[in-house]
Structures are given as C-alpha cells and as structure tokens.
C-alpha cells in the first residue's frame, strides 16, 4: 500500500512559521476583494443558472502552450507576452444549461460569456474569466479530455452551491492515489449520482471498475474485497486531505462482476451507465454507455424473470422486519416488479422516478390494462422510501406497516396478472400480425393483373418466383413455419422459444423481399419512363395504366417548384384531358398505382407532346 505520507497535503508556510511578507498578503487580499466583486455581479445576473465559480491557478504547460502560440500569431516576443499575461487571473465560470430550451447550446454560451466579460472588464482588465456550460464539461469528459478535472481540483473555489466542484476535488484527488497504487488494473472510474446533473448533492458518489480477467494467484471474490478495502481506505485519506465535508461513497465492482450486471439488466447500473460521467476511463465504460444509448443492450428474458422474482422474494423477508430495512424491502418489492413489468413492454430499466411515471402512462392511460390505485400504492411507497432515506420519517406503526405489506403482496399478485396480460397482449398482436405481414407481402410480389392468391397458391408460386429470380427458397419454409406458428399458437401449442425464432425468422423474411419488392419497383418506374425535349427544357414522362405524369423540365431549379401535369390516357394510349398536378400527387401515384408495361415511343406520342407543348419534342435516349 502506498504510504500515507504521500498523498498528505504540502505542509503550508503558516504551519511552519514561515513569514509571509505584507506586499504579498496584500496583494493576495487585493485579488480576493476584486474576485469577490465579480462573484457578486455574475450572480446578481445569473444566480438561478450558476453552479460553480473557481479562480484557476496558473498551469506552466498550458501557459508555455499558450504563450508560444501567441508569439507565432502575433509576430511578438515570448517574453513581452509573458509579462504581459503575469497577472492575469483566470476564473472559471460553470452555467447549468439543462432548462435552456428558448437557445441553442451556442447561442446561450455566447450570451453568457458577453455579460459576465462585461463585469469582468468592470471589475479588473486582468480577469480572464471562462464560460463552460455544464453539457460541455460532461461532453468533455465523455471525450476524454480529463485535464480540465486536474485544473478544477487545484483552483480556488469562489461559489460552489451544488458541491460540484467540491466533488471534482476530492474525486480527482482519490483517483490519483488509485492509479497511482493501481493504475494497470483500473479500467474506469465514473462519478454518479446527482454531482453532474447540476442538483444538490446529499452526498458525492464514485464507481471504480477494476479489471480481474487475467487473475490466477487468488479467487475474484478475495482480489474485490483486498482492493476495495485498500480503494476506500484511499477515499478517507482524500477526504482529509481535501478537507471536503460531504459523505464520500465509493462503489467497487470487478470487471467481470460488473458485465454480468449489464447481462442481467441490473436496473441500478443501468442508471449508472445512463447518468454516469467517466472522470478516467479505457475504452469499458463509454462503449457501454453509447451501446445503451443506442438501444443495443436490452434486458433478457431470464433478467425480467429475475426481477419478478426478487419482489416476492424481498416482500417475504420484509413482513419480519422493522422501519428502515422492512421499508427497503417493500420498496423494492414492488418497484422491481414494475421495471419487470416495463421491461417486458419493451422499455429499458427506468430509474425509480421514471418508473411511477412511466407505469401510470403506459398501463393506465395508453393501454388501460391495470388500475389507478396500484399506481398510487407504488407512488406512496417509493414518496416513503424517500422520506425515510432522508430522515423525514423516522417512526410507524404497526398497524401502517401492516397495511403496506397487505398493500404491495396486493400489488404484486396483480402485477402477475398484469404479465399475463402484457404477454397475451403482445404474443396475439405478434404472431396474427407477422403471419398477415409475411403473407400479404408475399401476395404483393406475386400478384400479376387481378390474379387472387390462396395460402397454397402462394406457397406454390413463391417457389417458382423466387428460383426464376435468384431469391432464396428456404423463405418459402419460413413462410411455411409462420402459419403452422399460428395455428399452433390458436391451439396454446407455441412455446416463448419458438415464438421468438418465428419473430426473428420473419424480420429476415420480410426484409429480403421488402428489398426486392423496391428494386423491382424501381426498375418498372426506369422502364415507364421518357424524356424529351420541348425548347431549351427537358422533360419527363412517366407512364401508369389510366394516365401519366410529365414533369415540364427536369433541370436543376432550387429556388422554383417544378411544374408537373396529369394527362388521361385513353384505349388506344392516346394522350387526352390535361390537369395541372404537383410532386405530391405524383408520389402517392408512384406508391399506389401499377406502372404501364407496354407504353412506348411512337408518332402518336410526338403528336400528342406537341399539341401540349405547341413546340417541336425531340424524344431523348439515354
């Protein structure tokens, strides 16, 4: 373990006795009243938005970066600009921008920046101060660029409401003594919590990912408790040598351990991969938070199960305890039931504030398949859970604990009942619409003139289409399969297994000739297609059963709609009856109407194009 010593704060020149002469306390406290003034006017201005205000102290690196660039723009002496920047006073500016709706990220930042250079100005011409908003310190993070944490943690701090700057301290203080002792291990270390979405932190919460994959002298259980206790240990140490008062919590989580959470679609890393912010990371955490925001990483059947099952389980274990761990578990009796119950929707593990609301959206009011008041027993235990975490509640009676126990095994046996519905719900909607879905398509890339097609007579005729066209015939099985599903599944004969085969059996079914249906359609519309031309413009004739379109010139015009028309056709393909059309009319005929296949170039057309046009048609071949 590393020594104590090494992460103790440097000894300050008061505490050795050191004497500090007067000009520099002067001018310290010059400074000091000068950022104060300035802290008073951005406030007065932006009080409701300002998270966080810290003077940053000079960094050799990035002044020497700074310096140098200027010398090179500026065609001047690295040392007159040095001078020159010797008493400017960096302050960093941190705005919570998550309600801003009216402005875009830039405009706000903008805006920000002009007022509070302003006061600046006012105040001192060596106040350089910095607007960050808060998404663009989260995005940076999310980047990578961690350089900003190091200069945060060594600033001094002006105006810090939310603790956010505290948290960054003493999180980035702890996270050098972890890489420090373990840095090949680390794969990740996340704050969470409410730190990073700009509210008041009751405490500071961070997570240490450590990677165990190529352990072999001692079992994975012994290596997670022999470094949490080294890891925690470090976080006092950080806590005195910051001096930060908020309760620091530190989660540890083997890699392993961790990716079978991610599997079983634990609800509570789920909301860690979704609010987490990575303050070190390599390449674990990121891709895992982008996956889940891709919806890439979705709950297992096995995993809903799961949650059903620690419902039941917790709510058993909560009828013999008292307040804090009885309230717990009722708590979680019945809100992992309803993420179970979510889950199954099809929605990702919500948090516990989304899951009230979510439930009573979706269940209640859009599919109305459960009622009011189970969404309220659900509300008023999650509200207890909250006041008893908090310290609002402290005492209850028998009688209420009681009540709150018969309340949630009343919730849960309804929330089974709500499974099968959800499930029934889902699976009858499922297989009636893939079974129409797969069959109806079929008949489109079958069907020729006003041929009506039977379930056999498509089986029949697939064969010979899709050999005569080079498409797979093993999709004549599928559709085989999806109707025996369907019978089976009439008969209660079709198991969770085979139902998903058949789901994932017709997207493929679907798609092969949902491609092929295009490409053909495409290519009727090339064919039904002529151009000519009339005069210096360039038209475009496309030709349906009933009539046609022509498009009066083609030519790129961005600034002008294209003039379209409509012409009849009559028996003996002659144009008749002209009507003024647009590119919406054209679409829906493109989508609905059945392309002419023997329309052609003749004189009649050249004829008909001209009476229309009253100019010479010249018909283009390309």
């Excluded at 103790?8 to 002469?21: A, D, G, M, Q, Y």
Aim: some cysteine; hydrophobic content about 40%.
């Amino acid at each position: 373990m590393t020594n104590k010593s090494e992460n103790r704060p440097k000894t300050s020149p008061e505490r050795l006795n050191i004497p500090i002469p007067e000009e520099i306390k002067e001018k310290a406290k010059e400074i000091q009243t000068k950022l104060n003034s300035f802290k008073e006017k951005a406030l007065k201005e932006f009080d409701k938005y300002i998270i966080g205000i810290t003077m940053l102290l000079p960094q050799p690196d990035k002044l020497n970066e700074i310096v140098q660039r200027r010398a090179s723009e500026e065609n001047r002496s690295a040392e007159e600009i040095k001078k020159e920047m010797k008493d400017v006073i960096e302050v960093l500016v941190i705005v919570d921008d998550q309600d801003s709706k009216k402005m875009s990220k830039e405009e706000l930042h903008d805006k920000l920046f002009k007022v509070v250079d302003k006061y600046a100005q006012e105040t001192d011409k060596n106040i350089k101060p910095i607007v960050m908003l808060l998404s663009e310190l989260r995005e940076s993070l999310y980047d990578g660029k961690y350089s900003i944490l190091q200069e945060i943690a060594l600033s001094h701090h002006l105006h810090d409401p939310t603790d956010l700057l505290a948290a960054i301290k003493i999180a980035e203080v702890h996270k050098g003594m972890v890489l420090k002792k373990f840095e090949k291990y680390i794969v990740s270390y996340v704050a969470a919590g409410s730190v990073f979405r700009g509210e008041k932190s009751h405490d500071i919460d961070v997570y240490v990912i450590v990677d165990d994959t190529d352990v072999k002298r001692m079992s994975r259980y012994e290596l997670k408790e022999r470094l949490r206790n080294i890891i925690i240990t470090q976080g006092f140490e950080a806590e005195q040598v910051t001096g930060v008062k908020k309760t620091f919590h530190i989660q540890v989580y083997i890699l392993t351990d961790f990716w079978e959470s991610v599997k079983d679609a634990n609800p509570v890393i789920f909301t860690f991969l979704r609010d987490g912010v990575p303050l070190y990371d390599r390449g674990v955490f990121m891709p895992w938070k982008l996956l889940l925001q891709m919806g890439r990483i979705r709950p297992s059947s096995e995993a809903i199960d799961m949650q059903m099952d620690v419902g039941e389980k917790l709510l058993d274990r909560a009828k013999k305890k008292f307040l804090g761990i009885a309230i717990e578990d009722v708590y979680y009796a019945v809100l992992n039931p309803s993420q179970a119950a979510l889950m199954l929707y099809g929605v990702n593990p919500p948090t516990p504030r989304e899951t009230v609301r979510l439930f009573g959206e979706i269940f209640v009011k859009k599919e109305k398949l459960i009622e009011l008041r189970y969404v309220k027993i659900l509300e008023n235990l999650v509200k207890l859970y909250k006041d008893v975490d908090y310290g609002k509640l402290t005492e209850i009676k028998g009688a209420e604990l009681d009540k709150l126990i018969a309340d949630s095994d009343l919730f849960i046996k309804r929330v089974k009942r709500l499974f099968e519905q959800i499930e029934k719900k889902r699976e009858n909607e499922s297989i009636n619409e893939i079974y129409a879905t797969c069959f109806n398509i079929a008949k489109e890339l079958l069907k020729e003139g006003n041929m009506k097609f039977t379930e056999e007579t498509v089986e029949k005729n697939l064969l010979s289409y899709f050999k005569k066209n080079n498409l797979p015939d093993k999709l004549v099985g599928v559709l085989k399969d999806i109707k025996n599903a369907k019978k089976d599944y009439q008969q209660n004969k079709l198991t969770r297994a085979e139902a998903e085969k058949i789901r994932r059996d017709a997207r493929i079914f679907v798609r092969i000739i949902s491609d092929h249906l295009q490409r053909k359609k495409l290519f009727e519309i090339e064919k039904s297609k002529i151009r000519f031309k009339h005069g210096n413009k360039i038209g475009e004739l496309i030709a349906f059963e009933k009539n046609l379109f022509i498009a009066e010139d083609i030519k790129d015009n961005k600034d002008k709609e294209k003039k379209i028309i409509k012409v009849s056709l009559n028996d003996n393909d002659r144009l008749g009856e002209v009507y003024d059309s647009n590119n919406q009319e054209l679409e829906d005929a493109l989508s609905k109407e059945k392309m002419h296949s023997k329309f052609s170039i003749n004189e009649k057309l050249l004829e008909d194009l001209k009476k229309i046009y009253n100019e010479d048609i010249e018909i283009l071949v390309f």
